[in-house]
């Protein structure tokens, strides 16, 4: 980490910060909740300090509180945020402007809504120190080439010029890090930089924004709900949750001797028992040798791609994004017919369009998405979400339709109380939940799970996917799971297929495709990982054998 | 659930000044003080006891001839409207599901329409074909149609990619389960605030095309046409046309209050009860 002893001192004190902000339920009267209930800290002069904790922690609403800002109708109602031996709250806002993007940055989680799309990526990056006037152009524009070279991004000297859009997500995030430091502040805020990333790309721009903090002594808020990550950039963790302090120590002992019960569930998140199955006999549902493409174009989406799923078991399909893993997912359910090859289930090869389909080849098919909140019309309640099924493949209606529906609910550990509730009234949790009785409610043989944990928090995940393990036992379903999440994998599969650019470069059972020797590409995606050590970083990026393809 | 305190202000005024519209349009020959086209007086009377709004250039209760106006404007734009909806809506979501050759030829149709001025259209299919109730509401719906397609088109496209529309699919659900029950729901905010737009330029068209002469004939008249009948009045100061041009804009107004307040109702997707 970076030399305190060059830089001592306070940077940023935060004493009893009160956040609230004013909500406007319908048909009620306004009222003011407290987002943040008197945290306090402090972070010295070149440190980092991790803020973690599920959505709604009020990880972000603190981190911003260290520039003033607070998000839309959020006010900051309490305490002192003392930057640099002064309480910026009370500078007003020409105090505000003058610290903004001089004393302190902010790195977004979205890079690519984060830049404007009209213009060129130097202008951005160096508009900061012009408006401050801390340095010419040419002063500036210099420092921000030294910042991409640093940043080890591809043709530093000439990237500037590029359109946010013709560059890649990982690309984009270390371009907004150079735009953070090129300013010189005394304080980052990253908030989330690396969630929206591939793991592969992530362990890069994570590499990139660490090696950056060590050279330039900045100091740093890095806001994440993974632990494993912040364990790697941080010299200490807060854990926070429903805005107030859980736990506060060193990385070291936050991850290794969590003193409350909330870290502990935090830091233990990815181990679920799974025994793993052998493969039957004959398989469920065969992929032969399928090659699809989207709009008769010549890019082929998947090459050549055969899978086996048996049944009741789970097949795990793994990738980074454009890897084809969902594209799969479409060439199964008929919604893109393939070029080439076939999908047998049940010893007879489906149609290949939709329409060609029985109803019943439709009920033994059911897919689970990864954003439950669009997966679910917003203007029907959860009865009719989960009762359509029923209705429509059994003809089931009124009385044995309801009784139905509430043994479902029971099934997904919610109650029947939610019947009546619209999605919009769910938690992301339960939202999933509702998506899983759905699917259940047609009796299927095979449910395609879409990267459904990924858009979760670490615990409602492990919840969900416990949920999916439990109702695998009782209803004998089959899955296949598609996800760029290695632990998700090794918890829940039994053969694992691994895809890359349209191929299936591994495939066999859990354990033979998680034993060396490995091919070069599930080799980088196996390292790349984060994994709840400190020193894991330096060690997998030392142990790498090719680069990632988003780079 | 719909507690009146909690009905804005405008709203209410709104709903109010449109519920006396309808039901003063319902109710005409009850409250109508003379009939529409009997002439008890002088030409264009000034305002009186006995005639509350003077008389026309013909010697008509110009309160009666306003009574009986608003049941045929309101008449016919509420038909003119329900048709332009139906049609438009139920081609455009269609032309949105079913997408191929079906939605090129239908929106092709409906450029070619749309390229030639709504006005100049009406005019010449108007004098062309027999003036009568039936062809105006036609003409009238068909043209209005081609703009609540390309809305309902443009809302049901965004709709239609999203995965619970997707989902509905692989169920297996046939078309008219995708386009009335998933699409419709969610397309209906954006449609109901068109509507009372729609509405009131079915007034105003219908107004124009009366105004022109094309509308509805006499002896029978709606506001656009009594403008027309009165307009001679307004160089000797004879306020007699301002009046239906006034309930024109007072019911185009109330019209779009309402329009808002259903709105903001049915924005929420909470089932409004927050």
């Known amino acids: 980490m970076a030399d305190t002893k060059a830089k001592p001192g306070l940077l940023l004190d935060i004493r009893n910060l009160r956040i609230e902000a004013t909500v406007y339920p319908p048909g009620e009267a306004p009222k003011t909740i407290t987002l943040v209930h008197d945290v306090s800290l402090t972070l010295e002069k070149g440190k980092v300090l991790g803020l973690i904790g599920e959505s709604g922690a009020g990880k972000s609403t603190i981190g911003l509180s260290s520039m003033g800002y607070g998000r839309g109708g959020v006010r900051i109602t309490g305490g002192e945020v003392i930057l640099n031996g002064r309480d910026i709250l009370k500078g007003g806002k020409e105090g505000f402007r003058k610290l903004r993007g001089r004393e302190v940055c902010y790195v977004a989680q979205s890079a690519a809504a984060a830049f404007n799309p009209a213009h060129r990526l130097m202008d951005q990056v160096v508009e900061a120190s012009l408006l401050h006037g801390t340095a010419t152009r040419a002063e500036a524009e210099k420092r921000a080439v030294a910042l991409f070279k640093k940043l080890s991004l591809p043709n530093p000297e000439t990237i500037g010029e590029r359109f946010p ?23 980052i805020v990253f908030d989330e930089p690396t969630t929206a990333l591939d793991v592969t790309t992530q362990i890069d721009v994570l590499a990139a924004i660490k090696d950056a903090i060590r050279d330039t002594h900045v100091a740093a808020l890095y806001i994440t709900h993974d632990l494993a990550v912040v364990a790697q950039v941080s010299d200490e963790i807060m854990v926070l949750r429903h805005g107030r302090l859980v ?25 679920i028992e799974h025994r793993e199955q052998q493969p039957g006999t004959t398989p469920m549902l065969s992929v032969k040798n399928v090659t699809a493409a989207y709009g008769g174009s010549h890019v082929k989406v998947l090459k050549n791609v055969s899978v086996d799923i048996f049944p009741g078991q789970t097949l795990a399909v793994v990738g980074e994004s454009g890897s084809g893993k969902s594209t799969l997912a479409r060439a199964i359910t008929g919604l893109l017919p393939p070029e080439q090859g076939s999908v047998v289930f049940d010893g007879r090869t489906l149609g290949n369009k939709l329409s060609d389909r029985p109803k019943e080849d439709l009920r033994q098919l059911q897919m689970i998405y990864q954003m439950a909140d669009v997966a679910m019309n917003p203007r029907q309640t959860v009865g009719t979400i989960i009762g359509r099924p029923l209705e429509f493949y059994f003809g089931m209606k009124g009385r044995e339709r309801d009784k139905r529906v509430a043994e479902l609910l029971d099934e997904i550990e919610m109650g ?85 650019r349209g191929e299936v470069v591994r495939y066999g059972s859990k354990s033979k495709v998680l034993t060396p020797p490995f091919d070069a590409y599930t080799d980088l995606l196996l390292s790349s990982v984060p994994e709840m050590e400190i020193g894991w970083l330096e060690k997998a990026i030392a142990g790498r054998r090719m680069e990632s393809a988003g780079n | ?258 329009a808002d307040w259903v709105l903001n109702r049915t924005t929420s997707l909470k089932g409004g009860r927050g």
Request: with cysteine; charged share 15%.
């Open chain 1, 247 to 271: 736990e506060w120590g060193g990385t070291r002992q936050i991850i290794k001797e969590p003193r409350q019960e909330y870290t502990n569930a935090l830091v233990s998140v990815h181990e």
């Open chain 1, 416 to 500: 029947k109380g939610f019947v009546d509730r619209y999605p919009a009234e769910l938690s992301g949790g339960q939202k999933q939940r509702v998506c899983i009785a759905r699917s259940l409610a047609a009796k299927p043989k095979l449910i395609i799970c879409d990267e459904v944990t990924s858009a979760l928090d670490p615990l409602v995940a492990n919840g969900i996917l416990k949920l999916l393990l439990n109702l695998q036992q009782v209803e004998k379903v089959a899955y296949l799971f598609i996800t760029h999440d290695l632990a998700t994998v090794k918890s829940i599969a039994d053969s694992i297929a691994v895809m890359y």
């Open chain 2, 1 to 258: 659930m719909l507690d009146i305190r909690r009905i804005p202000i405008a709203s209410l005024i709104g709903i109010v000044l449109t519920t006396l519209f309808v039901l003063t349009a319902v109710f005409a020959p009850l409250i109508a003080p003379h009939g529409n086209a009997e002439i008890i007086g002088d030409v264009w009377e000034p305002m009186s006891a006995n005639h509350w709004l003077g008389t026309d250039n013909l010697g008509r209760d110009l309160l009666s001839r306003m009574i009986y106006g608003a049941r045929i404007t309101l008449f016919i734009a509420v038909l003119a409207t329900a048709l332009s909806f139906s049609l438009g809506a139920i081609l455009g979501f269609s032309a949105a599901v079913f997408g191929g050759w079906y939605d090129t030829l239908l929106s092709r149709l409906v450029d070619l329409l749309m390229s030639i001025p709504t006005l100049i259209m009406g005019l010449v299919v108007l004098s062309v074909l027999p003036s009568n109730l039936v062809t105006l509401i036609l003409v009238m719906g068909i043209l209005d149609s081609t703009r609540v397609y390309r809305l309902s088109r443009a809302v049901a496209v965004d709709i239609n990619v999203m995965d619970y529309v997707e989902a509905a699919k692989l169920r297996g659900e046939g078309s008219g389960w995708i386009i009335f029950r998933e699409i419709l729901p969610n397309a209906l905010s954006p449609l109901v605030s068109e509507l009372g737009l729609r509405f009131i330029y079915a007034v105003l068209f219908l107004s124009t095309l009366s105004f022109l002469g094309l509308g509805v004939q006499p002896p029978d008249a709606d506001w656009g046409g009594m403008v027309k009948e009165n307009k001679d009045g307004i160089v000797f100061g004879i306020p007699a046309a301002l009046i239906p041009a006034a309930a024109i804009a007072a019911l185009a107004i109330s019209v779009n209050l309402v």
């Open chain 1, 165 to 187: 859009h013709q560059v890649s997500g990982g690309q984009l995030q270390r371009v907004m890090t150079a735009m953070a430091l090129c300013s010189e502040p005394d304080l």
